[in-house]
């Protein structure tokens, strides 16, 4: 009886990878694809059987846009956008869908004039539309008093567990490796990464940690931490009162509504589609949880908010959610992501704190990261995303 208790201590695979990646989230998928891409012998990790709906990449869709006030992320959309349509021709399914995206915000406020001004440099298909024609191009919404708007007219909707699925199948269409229900417990830094699983112990040439949530968990065996708040998002469905009003086939749009009142965060919707008759609308924060223990987190102040928006905004809805799924966001401080090697440990690569916005840019960060993990000069301006800045950040609020 004791033989058969007694632990087998875990094998080391003989086999030593050009990279490991930790997390087949829609970022750790993308950059295993691309490493495989580029003939790299690539293991993709993932602590839960796939398909799961335990970290941020599961949920049938999310918004996908040029919209940003920042240059750079307008300029990695440009990419974005035609990486997204090659997945679409390399899996010959549809992952894209064109809906336009409406976006309110106060008409003089700051932010709505860098987003109005940032269309305009890059040139970006936009319609402004003026007060008193707006209900003629989009009926059933309310434009609260000193809102200005416009679209972003080449703005849609991504299918995510669609293009998910399809980014693990085309990995390893080119003989990259998935073990799913492994959950890495150690990591031992060195020119060879050493990765222990429950299950395993792998080397790698390279570590990528793509880990959503759980990044923290899985670099303090690194000696890092970085600045990252974990919140439980309130996935919010709104039935509509005729329904197919505000639906993807009657053209409806995407929207965000920009700071609905000082303090408060984006609100955002997209048309109904994927449950017929419901139309997701969402609160762009929620409150912090434990990514093990997310259900524990009760708190329904965000959908306090959206109830108040629905009846003020969006007459044609009924003002209670049908349905409530959840997820969750990883967000830095400045809401920007984490793009960068590891400080000490060069052959680590990190991608971190999407801060709910990170669906969308999966293609092209996944080239990013794989470029870092090839030792290559990666092809856009990293500078906004890399670690240091939060040093720096601490700093200067001392
Ligand atoms: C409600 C909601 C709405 C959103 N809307 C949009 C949108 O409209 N547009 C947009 O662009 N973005 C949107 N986002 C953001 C986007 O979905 C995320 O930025 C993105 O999914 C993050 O992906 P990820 O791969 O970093 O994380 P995840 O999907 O969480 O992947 C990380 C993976 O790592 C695995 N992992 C963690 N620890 C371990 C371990 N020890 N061992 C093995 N595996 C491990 C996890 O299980 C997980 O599968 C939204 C997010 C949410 C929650
Ligand atoms: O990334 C996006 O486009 C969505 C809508 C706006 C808020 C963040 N999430």
Redesign the pocket.
Known sequence: LAAQTMKQPLEMSSEVYDCIV????????CTAYQLAKNKQKTLL????V?P?S??????Q?????KTYEEDFYVQMMHESYELWAQLEREAGVELYRRTGLLVMGPENGEGFSRLKATMQRHKIPTVFLEKQEFSQHIPNVNLADGNGALIDTFAGV?Y?DRA?RAVQRLFQSCGGVIKDG????DIRPGAEVTVT?DSGVYRGRSLVI??????N??LRHTGLQLPLKVVK?N?CYWKEEIPGTYSVGQSFP?FIEMEPKEGEYDI?G?PSNEYPGLMKV?YHMGSETE?DERDKQTDRGDIDILVRFVTRCLPGLVPVPAVV?S????VTPDHNFVLDSHPTYGNIII??G?????????PIIGKLLSQLAMGQVPSHDLSPFRIQRFQSHARSSL
């Open positions: 930790i997390g087949a989230g829609i970022q750790g998928s990790l993932e602590q839960f796939l799961h335990r970290g941020s990449s599961h949920g869709t999310r918004v996908i846009r991504l995510a998910l492994e959950k890495v417990i699983t793509t880990a959503g949530p759980w990044a968990t899985l998002i996935v995407c955002y997209l969402c990514p799924e997820c969750m966001y990883t991608g971190a999407f801060s709910g916005h990170g669906f969308k840019f999966g």
